[in-house]
């Protein structure tokens, strides 16, 4: 099934006739996925803005995506150096006071990093770097990111990386699957090794969503996967916030 | 049983990424004064039975072919002292 | 220790330079000595040394890379040619691609990671010295015997370290090759290709003009990398207690050389940059002097201002440094300011060493000693020539006599079955997604098709839906039995391959792999295969943009398989036209495009069969292959197609099989009048494709392949579960699966 944007009388059209929202995309030092992600928020309609992590500002917008890449080389550990960025300090006390971020890959390593999302990534237990296109249920559809979803919806969006293993001790686990907080699940066989098949999860406000897969590499049917499964993430949020 | 422990470096004149970047960001988060970073592996390689001549050289032959890429890397075995808490 | 002036060098004539340690000949050395009227400092023997080496000078290719030049067709779309870092292609709405494919062979057979690693970085250098944002990369790889030792520590290393760099630049992998035989063992070939996309007023050019313009070396420190012959200056002659532990492997960094690729374009988009020259094989001897002599000549350099990551490098060390990640820049004195602070924002040092001088002298300081004082022309582009003696070798009248249609071939349905599962399984023919699955072929969101596909596309225009191809294929067996048809067939191969998915073929680069060119036979087929790649383009009116060559491939007497990679670069209007490989709509009707015969010399089928080559290669007609990619580019713009393979080794089934699998459809087959079912399924010939047609086109197609003379067969229909010859056997797909997706990984893991 392909979550679309549906426009919907309630949704009153922008200065462009688009949407009046902001979603920030940052791009780090060894940021790779931050074009993508930006024409990502423009299919579905917002406004993207570019943040740079040497700026403490985030210019006014509603949201942020930490997009994927391999920041700083991933050297140290993925998200470890990035974590530190002046802009990560801001995004880190919004997202506390509520304000909606995605992580995608290495953002979500750099969300883990932070503290923002609990757990940790670490390298594939077969120790490649992996690039599919990966089967996900979408297991809770009450976060900012993932409303245009029906629960247990099945999706299919590229992963592609080598430090995708999501761990956490047993209690974690347990409270993240208690408080619903498992956000997305492998499906057809887990790529990596991750614990419980998790391939995102969310904060307990559900305003923080971090995963491995890739949505912005399918809001397009020609390129990619050839599949827009992806988009509802974007359209998710632009509808939450429009309606807020 | 007692353990070796097998650290494995890049060879000082090889280019180590990983450390500059780690060397680069310590003084953007306050840690000034360090002029240099490196990183490297450490194995620790519990054995069996005792560790004498001939074990140690079967460990160099498994650190020289396995453990590191001598192409570019040293590395260093050490006996590590197997005496309990005091 | 005395430092080797200029000065000192006019003083000392007598003094002995290791110049036969550094790779110089005896009449080379006379060379220097002569263009310079004096003995050469060290430093300047560094630089003639390894500016002369035939891995920088092309001294015993050149001859013959000529004809690529002198019989260039007629080309409106080549903007910058031959020469440069990389040639340009115009594609239409303002754009222009670069693309070059390079050899990483023997650092990728040292030290695989990195050697492969190092080897995407540097062509995406030069891409980026071009002016262009790269857009992909691909990686044309052969490897010894799947099943010997050496090949499991090499074929994990090459792949890991491509995508462990490649995928940190945040570039999609969108094709390549992988090939085994016994003939690459101890000689790998690790080729790798990138391709890069600009607006036609951004081109930037290698060279230094404009006297007072500042030349700034950014990226990462220098370091001792890749000086061995260096070293030997160092430890020899002018220091005998100097210990030269120098490394011999390069160590790539992708974070530095994505922080290379973001800054160098933000410079460019800012008009920055009067010049640009990336630092590859010969470090800043050869970006100096390139730099110079493209452009006015003069350049004074202040060695001592080079960033360094060893403080007790020479001078000589310096210049002959091979440390990754570096690029040097020309900037107008009141840009300088401007063009450090980009570097600075993106983390990269970046430090004026040197300045565009009046005069043509290139004129190297250290410690306020002139040790550099020549006419740089002389070093990058009065090299020797060599006209390396060459001739038909002497086993190859038997070897072409070595018949392999006269090989036994199956005799029963079960036989002709089990030789086709064989055959799809086998190392050479079997999925490569073990390779590609650990490559990013998404990143950039523009990737319309990757591997398997005949061509990786990107699109490159969002509005338009404009998009590039660009496929390469190279048979060494083929070119082993004749390499003047075997670079025409790898052409033709890559022009039908680019066609196939409906982009028009523009240009072709080529990497040509080699043993020793001291060797009369190697030669030979050098001299060979340019002449039938040159004579091909011409026929094909794709103009050689340019290209790369990789000699010394070869074990004591054992060379190589003659291999020349042919990279072909083609254009789209609108990459929503592209024709996949996959059958996917059941009913559709397939057609074979093109006459087969019974062409089995260098073929798959005899290598997996019978472990044979001998004979002679499939036979070559290019105006074949140019009517075939129209059919195939009006097909696909028309909407007559659906899906589209070209045939080429292990023939018709090998194509089938990859398409039912990718579509996860079968397919009915009949074998064709006059056609035997083993020569349908296994031959080689040139110039087919099978073509999926919807049953509306099916008259339009015929129609219009009849109106154009091209022969057109009816072969069968997309159906079923099954790969089925009428008659003969039936093989579900779920085991043409298996048998085709396990054997790579059942081998590396």
């Given at each position: 099934m392909t979550a679309r944007p549906s426009p919907t009388a309630t949704l009153n059209g922008g200065p462009t006739g688009r949407w009046n929202v902001r979603i920030g995309v940052v791009t780090f030092p060894g940021t790779l996925d931050d074009r993508d992600t930006q024409r990502a928020v423009r299919i579905a309609g917002a406004e993207a803005v570019p943040l740079w992590h040497r700026d403490k500002d985030l210019k006014q917008v509603d949201a942020v995506v930490l997009p994927g890449g391999f920041s700083y080389g991933d050297y140290l550990r993925a998200g470890a150096i990035s974590r530190f960025s002046p802009l990560m300090e801001t995004i880190i006390d919004q997202a506390k006071a509520g304000m909606p971020v995605l992580g995608i890959c290495n953002g979500f390593q750099v969300l883990t990093e932070s503290h923002l999302l609990p757990g940790a990534m670490l390298r594939n237990n077969h120790l490649h770097f992996i690039c599919r296109d990966q089967k996900l249920r979408v297991e809770s559809t009450s976060t900012a990111w993932t409303a245009d979803y029906t629960a247990g919806q099945e999706i299919s969006i590229p992963l592609k990386n080598i430090d995708g293993r999501y761990v956490a001790d047993e209690r974690t686990l347990d409270l993240l699957e208690a408080e619903g907080r498992v956000a997305f699940r492998y499906l057809d066989g887990n790529p990596n090794g991750s614990l419980r098949d998790i391939a995102g999860i969310t904060n307990e406000a559900g305003n923080v969503v971090g995963l491995m897969p890739h949505p912005e590499h399918a809001v397009e049917p020609l390129v990619g996967t050839g599949r827009t499964d992806g988009l509802g993430f974007f359209t998710s949020i632009l509808k939450k916030l429009v309606n807020a | 049983m007692a353990r070796v422990v097998v650290d494995v470096m890049l060879k000082p004149e090889i280019l180590d990424p990983q450390g500059q970047a780690v060397q680069r960001a310590l003084p953007r988060l306050g840690f000034e004064g360090i002029a240099d970073v490196r990183q490297g592996k450490r194995f620790e390689l519990e054995v069996e039975g005792p560790v004498d001549d001939a074990a140690l050289a079967r460990i160099h032959e498994m650190a020289e072919t396995f453990l590191a890429n001598t192409v570019i890397e040293d590395f260093e075995v050490k006996v590590e002292t197997s005496e309990g808490p005091k | 220790m005395t430092l080797d002036t200029v000065k000192h060098a006019a003083e000392t004539p007598d003094t002995k330079l290791p110049w036969a340690e550094l790779g110089l000949k005896e009449d080379e050395y006379a060379r220097v000595r002569e263009i310079l009227g004096r003995r050469p400092t060290g430093a300047e023997l560094a630089m003639y040394s390894v500016m002369w080496s035939e891995h920088c000078s092309y001294k015993s290719s050149k001859v013959h890379l000529r004809q690529f030049g002198e019989k260039a067709p007629q080309s409106d779309a080549m903007l910058v040619g031959i020469g440069e870092n990389a040639g340009v292609v115009d594609?239409?709405?303002?754009?222009?691609?670069?693309?070059?494919?390079?050899?990483?062979?023997?650092?990728?057979?040292?030290?695989?990671?990195?050697?492969?690693?190092?080897?995407?970085?540097?062509?995406?250098?030069?891409?980026?010295?071009?002016?262009?944002?790269?857009?992909?990369?691909?990686?044309?790889?052969?490897?010894?015997?799947?099943?010997?030792?050496?090949?499991?520590?090499?074929?994990?290393?090459?792949?890991?370290?491509?995508?462990?760099?490649?995928?940190?630049?945040?570039?999609?992998?969108?094709?390549?090759?992988?090939?085994?035989?016994?003939?690459?063992?101890?000689?790998?070939?690790?080729?790798?290709?990138?391709?890069?996309?600009?607006?036609?007023?951004?081109?930037?050019?290698?060279?230094?003009?404009?006297?007072?313009?500042?030349?700034?070396?950014?990226?990462?420190?220098?370091?001792?990398?890749?000086?061995?012959?260096?070293?030997?200056?160092?430890?020899?002659?002018?220091?005998?207690?100097?210990?030269?532990?120098?490394?011999?492997?390069?160590?790539?960094d992708p974070f530095q050389e994505k922080l290379l690729i973001e800054c160098t374009l933000e410079a460019f988009a800012e008009k920055l940059v009067v010049g640009i020259q990336d630092l590859g094989a010969a470090g800043l001897s050869c970006a100096t002097s390139e730099l110079a002599s493209n452009g006015t000549g003069g350049m004074r350099v202040e060695l001592d201002d080079v960033p360094l990551r060893d403080s007790t490098l020479t001078p000589e060390e310096i210049l002959m440094s091979e440390s990754q990640e570096r690029m040097c820049a020309v900037v107008e004195p009141e840009k300088v300011e401007r063009f450090l602070a980009i570097c600075e924002k993106w983390d990269v040092t970046a430090t004026v060493v040197g300045e565009v001088t009046d005069g043509d002298r290139l004129e190297i300081f250290w410690h306020g000693e002139k040790i550099v004082d020549l006419d740089p022309r002389t070093v990058a582009h009065d090299g020797p020539v060599y006209e390396r003696p060459y001739a038909r070798p002497s086993w190859q009248d038997a070897l072409q006599a070595d018949d392999a249609n006269k090989l036994p071939r199956p005799a029963t349905s079960a036989e002709l079955r089990e030789q086709v599962i064989?055959?799809?399984?086998?190392?050479?023919?079997?999925?490569?997604?073990?390779?590609?699955?650990?490559?990013?072929?998404?990143?950039?969101?523009?990737?319309?098709?990757?591997?398997?596909?005949?061509?990786?596309?990107?699109?490159?225009?969002?509005?338009?839906?404009?998009?590039?191809?660009?496929?390469?294929?190279?048979?060494?067996?083929?070119?082993?039995?004749?390499?003047?048809?075997?670079?025409?067939?790898?052409?033709?191969?890559?022009?039908?391959?680019?066609?196939?998915?409906?982009?028009?073929?523009?240009?072709?680069?080529?990497?040509?792999?080699?043993?020793?060119?001291?060797?009369?036979?190697?030669?030979?087929?050098?001299?060979?295969?340019?002449?039938?790649?040159?004579?091909?383009?011409?026929?094909?009116?794709?103009?050689?943009?340019?290209?790369?060559?990789?000699?010394?491939?070869?074990?004591?007497?054992?060379?190589?398989?003659?291999?020349?990679?042919?990279?072909?670069?083609?254009?789209?209007?609108?990459?929503?036209?592209?024709?996949?490989?996959?059958?996917?709509?059941?009913?559709?009707?397939?057609?074979?495009?093109?006459?087969?015969?019974?062409?089995?010399?260098?073929?798959?089928?005899?290598?997996?069969?019978?472990?044979?080559?001998?004979?002679?290669?499939?036979?070559?007609?290019?105006?074949?292959?140019?009517?075939?990619?129209?059919?195939?580019?009006?097909?696909?713009?028309?909407?007559?197609?659906?899906?589209?393979?070209?045939?080429?080794?292990?023939?018709?089934?090998?194509?089938?099989?990859?398409?039912?699998?990718?579509?996860?459809?079968?397919?009915?087959?009949?074998?064709?009048?006059?056609?035997?079912?083993?020569?349908?399924?296994?031959?080689?010939?040139?110039?087919?494709?099978?073509?999926?047609?919807?049953?509306?086109?099916?008259?339009?197609?015929?129609?219009?392949?009849?109106?154009?003379?091209?022969?057109?067969?009816?072969?069968?229909?997309?159906?079923g579960d099954a790969v089925e010859l009428q008659g003969e056997f039936s093989i579900e797909l779920t085991e043409l699966r298996a048998a085709y997706e396990q054997t790579l990984p059942g081998l590396f893991g």
């Open positions: - | - | 594609v239409g709405h303002g754009y222009a691609v670069t693309f070059k494919v390079e050899s990483h062979n023997h650092p990728s057979y040292v030290e695989p990671y990195q050697g492969a690693a190092t080897g995407v970085g540097g062509i995406v250098r030069d891409i980026i010295a071009m002016g262009a944002r790269p857009v992909a990369v691909v990686d044309p790889l052969r490897m010894g015997a799947a099943d010997h030792p050496d090949t499991k520590r090499v074929l994990p290393g090459v792949v890991a370290g491509i995508g462990g760099y490649g995928n940190c630049l945040g570039l999609p992998n969108i094709g390549g090759e992988l090939v085994f035989d016994a003939c690459y063992q101890g000689n790998p070939l690790v080729n790798a290709g990138a391709i890069g996309v600009m607006r036609h007023e951004d081109i930037h050019l290698a060279k230094a003009s404009g006297p007072g313009n500042k030349v700034i070396l950014y990226g990462a420190r220098t370091g001792g990398d890749g000086i061995g012959g260096a070293s030997i200056l160092a430890s020899e002659t002018f220091d005998d207690a100097k210990p030269s532990k120098r490394p011999a492997v390069q160590v790539g064989q055959l799809v399984a086998s190392p050479n023919q079997a999925s490569k997604s073990w390779v590609t699955d650990q490559y990013d072929r998404f990143v950039q969101g523009n990737t319309v098709l990757a591997q398997p596909e005949d061509s990786g596309m990107v699109r490159i225009d969002e509005q338009t839906g404009l998009g590039v191809a660009l496929a390469n294929d190279g048979n060494g067996r083929y070119s082993k039995l004749d390499p003047y048809a075997g670079a025409q067939l790898a052409l033709a191969e890559a022009y039908r391959n680019v066609a196939a998915t409906g982009a028009r073929p523009l240009a072709v680069s080529d990497c040509l792999n080699f043993g020793s060119p001291e060797d009369t036979d190697v030669m030979w087929q050098f001299a060979e295969t340019t002449r039938g790649l040159a004579d091909a383009c011409l026929t094909l009116g794709t103009p050689v943009t340019g290209g790369n060559v990789s000699l010394y491939n070869q074990t004591g007497e054992a060379a190589i398989h003659p291999t020349p990679v042919v990279s072909v670069l083609g254009v789209i209007d609108d990459v929503s036209r592209r024709t996949p490989i996959a059958f996917a709509e059941e009913g559709q009707l397939l057609y074979l495009l093109g006459e087969t015969r019974e062409e089995f010399g260098g073929s798959a089928w005899s290598q997996v069969v019978h472990d044979h080559l001998g004979g002679l290669p499939p036979r070559v007609d290019l105006e074949r292959e140019r009517l075939l990619a129209e059919i195939l580019i009006s097909a696909s713009r028309d909407g007559m197609i659906d899906a589209a393979h070209d045939l080429s080794d292990g023939g018709l089934v090998q194509a089938v099989a990859e398409s039912c699998l990718r579509g996860g459809k079968g397919a009915r087959l009949v074998v064709p009048d006059g056609l035997d079912g083993f020569t349908f399924l296994f031959s080689e010939s040139a110039g087919r494709a099978v073509v999926a047609v919807p049953r509306s086109e099916e008259l339009r197609f015929t129609d219009m392949c009849g109106a154009r003379g091209l022969p057109v067969t009816r072969i069968g229909v997309v159906d």
